[in-house]
C-alpha cells in the first residue's frame, strides 16, 4: 500500500487541506497514535502552525487562549480514550464564552466500539450540548465514491465556517482510524492538495445582522423620551470599533457607560466623560438606591454578558426599570434575572453607529453629570486611600491597582478567576493606555488559567501578563509547559500597532514577552467573604485549604525565571525590569488573606463612608 493508498491518510490530508483553505492558521496537538494521520497531515501543511502539548487539558485551554486573543477557531487533535475528556473543560469554557474551537478527536474504529478494546470510550457525541455540531465521520476506505471524498472537504469548510458563525463556539469532529495509521513508506513525503488537486473548492461566509428600521425607531424613541439611562457593557462585548461606537453612544444618549474590565471598553483609553468603573463600590449593599442618584433610571442597554459585578447586578435587579434593552449579534441570552424587556439580535457596531445618528442632541445632562460627579469622587477618594498606604504594607488591592497603573499601552493582562478578578472590577481605573484585558468568565472556574493566558501569549508580540491566585497558578501548573517558544505573524499590524498571529511554519517570530503576577495569600481566600467564614470547622480544612508550596522551586522546575517582591516598590520595580524581557517570569507577592480582607473593608469604609 503507497502512502496515496492510505485511505487514513488521503481522508486526514483532504480534511486539513480544507481547513487550511478556510482559514484556519493554527492547530494544538498532543502526542498519540491514533491520531497519526491527522497529525502527520497537520505537520506537512505550510499554511497551519502547529503547537504541540503533552497534557490535553492544558493543549485545550492554550487553543481556547490563542483563539479568544485572535477571535479566529484554533483546531485541536488528540488520540482516543480519556485524552479527549481531557478537552471537555476547555468546550465548556468556549461554549459559555462563545470562543471558536475545533476538536478532532481520534477513534478506533466501529467494530473495536464497545468491545473492551484498549483505549477505546464511547466518543459519539461524547460532548453534548456543549458543542454547536458533532460529527461521527466515516471509516475512510480506499474504494469510497467521488462523494465521500468531496463530504470530507464539505465537512471541514462547515465546521470551520459553523465554530466561526454569530454564534461561535466548538464544533467536535471525530475520526475512525483503521490501521494501518502511518504512510506505508517513510521516505515520501506527505503533500497537501493543491489548487488544481482540489476537485471543489467550498467557502462558506457569513455576513452581519444589522437592526431594522423599526427596531431603531423603538430604542431611539426610548432615549430620546428617557434622559435618565444606563448602558451595561459586560464581558465578552465585540472587538473591533465597539468601544469607540459605544462611546459615542453614551455621549449623544447622555447615558453614563459602565464598563466591565473585560468588556474591552474600560481600558480603550477614549473619552471619559461618561465612564463608569466604580460601580461595585457605590453601589454596595444598596447604595443610592434610595437616593436621587440611582433611584431608577427609566432605561438600560446592555451590551455582552453578565456583568462581573455583584453590585451592579443586585442593583440592576432591585431598581424597577421600565425598559431594558439588550443587543447581542449572537442571540446569546445573557439576563439571570429575566427582566428584559427587548432583545435585538444584531451587530452591536451597526447598532450603536445607527442609534447614535437618529438620537436628538440631549440637551438636559443633569442625570449624567450626578453620575459623573459621584465616579469621580470615588477615584479621587480611592487615590487618595491608596496613597495614604505604606509601601511596605502587603496588601493585595494596593498590588493589583500597582500593577493596573504600571502598564504601558498595548500591554495585554489575562485575569484569574476568584480575587483577582473582582479586585480588578472593583478597584482598576482607566489609565489613559490602551490596555487588552482577558479572562474565562464563561463558566468562572479556575482550571487552565496558565495555559490559556500562554494561548493569548501566542497571538501577538506584544507583552503579556498573567494576575493569577495561588490556588489558580497550582491548579494548572502544567500550563508553565505551554509557553510558545516563537510567535509566528504576518509582517501586519493591528489597530493598537503589535503584529499579530496570522504566520506559518516557517514564518519569522519573537519571543512573546510573558510575566506572571502571582497573588498568593495561603489559599482559597475568596471565601472569607461568604458566610461559610463563619463555620470552623470546616472552614479552613474545606474551604480555605491552606497549602505550604515553594513556588520558587516548582517555577523553577519548569524553566522559569522567579522573582519575589518584598513590598510594592520593589514589585514595581521588578514588574519594570521583566515587561519585556525575553526570559519568561513569574513574580510573586506574598499577602495574608485574613488581613487582606480586613484591610479591603476598611477601604470600603473609607470611600462609602
Not at 84 to 105: R, V
Not at 202 to 221: D, E, F, M, S, Y
Not at 277 to 283: A, I, P, R, V
Not at 500 to 520: E, H, M, Q, S, W
Amino acid at each position: 500500500m503507497t502512502n496515496q493508498q492510505n485511505p487514513n491518510i488521503n481522508t486526514a490530508t483532504t480534511f486539513v487541506d480544507s481547513l487550511a483553505h478556510a482559514g484556519l492558521k493554527a492547530v494544538c496537538i498532543s502526542p498519540g497514535s491514533r491520531s497519526t494521520p491527522l497529525t502527520l497531515a497537520f505537520a506537512a501543511h505550510p499554511q497551519i502552525h502547529m503547537y504541540p502539548h503533552i497534557d490535553e487539558r492544558c493543549a485545550s485551554f492554550f487553543a481556547l487562549g490563542l483563539a479568544l486573543a485572535t477571535d479566529c477557531p484554533v483546531a485541536l487533535v488528540c488520540t482516543s480514550g480519556t485524552a479527549a475528556a481531557n478537552f471537555y473543560p476547555a468546550i465548556i469554557e468556549a461554549h459559555m464564552s462563545q470562543i471558536p474551537l475545533l476538536i478532532l478527536t481520534s477513534d478506533r474504529p466501529p467494530e473495536l466500539r464497545h468491545s473492551g478494546a484498549n483505549q477505546t470510550i464511547d466518543q459519539v457525541k461524547m460532548y453534548g450540548d456543549q458543542v454547536l455540531w458533532a460529527v461521527d465521520m466515516g471509516l475512510p476506505q480506499l474504494s469510497a465514491p467521488a462523494v465521500a471524498q468531496h463530504n470530507v472537504a464539505a465537512i471541514a469548510a462547515r465546521a470551520f465556517a459553523t465554530a466561526n458563525g454569530i454564534r461561535k463556539g466548538a464544533v467536535h469532529i471525530n475520526f475512525p482510524f483503521r490501521k494501518p495509521l502511518q504512510p506505508a513508506d517513510p521516505q515520501t513525503a506527505i503533500a497537501p492538495a493543491s489548487s488544481q488537486q482540489r476537485k471543489i473548492e467550498h467557502k462558506i461566509g457569513r455576513g452581519a445582522l444589522l437592526p431594522t428600521a423599526t427596531q431603531l425607531k423603538t430604542v431611539a424613541h426610548l432615549i430620546n423620551q428617557h434622559p435618565r439611562g444606563l448602558i451595561v457593557c459586560g464581558p465578552r462585548c465585540p472587538d473591533g470599533n465597539f468601544a469607540a461606537t459605544v462611546t459615542q453612544l453614551a455621549e449623544q444618549s447622555g447615558y453614563p457607560l459602565l464598563a466591565d474590565p473585560l468588556s474591552g471598553v474600560r481600558f480603550a483609553a477614549l473619552e471619559e466623560k461618561n465612564l463608569i468603573c466604580g460601580y461595585e463600590t457605590f453601589l454596595a449593599g444598596g447604595g443610592n438606591h434610595d437616593g436621587e442618584l440611582f433611584a431608577c433610571p427609566d432605561v438600560v442597554i446592555r451590551f455582552g454578558a453578565v456583568p462581573t459585578s455583584k453590585w451592579l447586578n443586585e442593583y440592576l435587579l432591585a431598581v424597577p426599570i421600565a425598559k431594558r434593552v439588550h443587543i447581542r449579534e449572537s442571540g446569546v441570552w445573557a439576563d439571570d434575572s429575566h427582566l428584559t424587556t427587548q432583545f435585538i439580535q444584531a451587530n452591536e457596531v451597526a447598532t450603536c453607529t445607527a442609534l447614535a445618528e437618529q438620537l436628538a442632541q440631549r440637551m438636559d445632562l443633569t442625570w449624567a453629570s450626578e453620575v459623573n460627579t459621584v465616579e469621580q469622587a470615588f477615584r479621587s477618594a480611592l487615590d487618595r486611600a491608596l496613597a495614604d498606604l505604606p509601601q511596605d504594607e502587603s496588601f493585595d488591592v494596593a498590588y493589583m491597582v500597582d500593577l493596573v497603573n504600571a502598564l504601558p499601552s498595548s500591554t495585554r493582562l489575562f485575569m484569574g478567576n476568584s480575587l483577582p478578578i473582582r479586585h480588578l472590577d472593583q478597584f482598576g481605573m482607566p489609565t489613559g493606555n490602551a490596555l487588552s484585558i482577558y479572562g474565562n468568565r464563561g463558566a468562572s472556574g479556575i482550571d487552565g488559567t496558565v495555559s490559556s493566558a500562554l494561548g493569548v501569549s501566542a497571538a501577538s508580540t506584544a507583552p503579556l501578563v498573567l494576575a493569577i491566585g495561588d490556588v489558580t497558578f497550582a491548579h494548572d501548573l502544567n500550563g508553565l509547559l505551554c509557553l510558545p517558544r516563537k510567535v509566528p505573524y504576518h509582517v501586519s499590524k493591528s489597530r493598537d500597532g503589535t503584529k499579530f498571529f496570522g504566520g506559518a511554519k516557517g514564518a519569522k517570530g519573537v519571543d512573546a514577552p510573558v510575566t506572571i503576577v502571582l497573588f498568593n495569600n495561603g489559599g482559597g481566600n475568596i471565601f472569607r467573604r461568604l458566610p461559610i467564614v463563619k463555620f470552623e470547622p470546616p472552614f479552613t480544612e474545606l474551604f480555605l485549604t491552606p497549602h505550604q508550596l515553594d513556588f520558587s522551586s516548582l517555577v523553577q522546575g519548569y524553566g522559569w525565571h522567579y522573582e519575589r517582591a518584598e513590598n510594592r516598590a520593589d514589585f514595581l520595580q521588578k514588574l519594570e525590569s521583566h515587561l519585556y524581557s525575553e526570559t519568561p517570569t513569574v513574580i510573586e507577592v506574598q499577602t495574608d488573606g485574613e488581613a487582606d480582607e480586613v484591610a479591603r473593608r476598611e477601604l470600603l469604609k473609607k470611600l462609602t463612608g
